[in-house]
C-alpha cells in the first residue's frame, strides 16, 4: 500500500504542463488568414520586459487586449469551431 502512495504521487507530481507564458518568459504570435492576429507574451515597460503576461487580438488596426500583468498566459484553443461558425481562440 505505501509503494502504491508513492507512485501515485510520483505520477500526479508529472502531469504539470508548460503555459505559453509564464511570469515574462515565452512568447507566442499567429496571424489567421482572416487577419487576427493573436499575441502572447512579456508585458513591457518601454523597450524592457516585465515578469508579467500579456495577450492580445487584433485586426483591421483595432487592438483587444485580452490580459494584462498577469502571471501566466497560456492559449487552450486556436482556430477551432465551437459551433458558432467562426474560429476561437
Known amino acids: 500500500m505505501v509503494g502504491f502512495i508513492f507512485v501515485s504521487f510520483g505520477l500526479c507530481f508529472g502531469l504539470t504542463r508548460n503555459v505559453v507564458c509564464d ?13 487576427v ?19 492580445a ?12 500583468e498577469a502571471s501566466k498566459v497560456d492559449v487552450d484553443v486556436l482556430g477551432a469551431d465551437l459551433g458558432f461558425g467562426v474560429p476561437v481562440v
Open 37 to 55: 492576429r493573436v499575441t502572447v507574451g512579456a508585458t513591457k515597460s518601454g523597450p524592457l520586459a516585465k515578469r508579467s503576461c500579456s495577450a
Open 23 to 35: 511570469d515574462g518568459d515565452g512568447r507566442f504570435e499567429t496571424t489567421f488568414v482572416s487577419g
Open 57 to 68: 487580438l487584433a485586426w483591421n488596426g483595432q487592438e483587444l487586449r485580452v490580459a494584462e
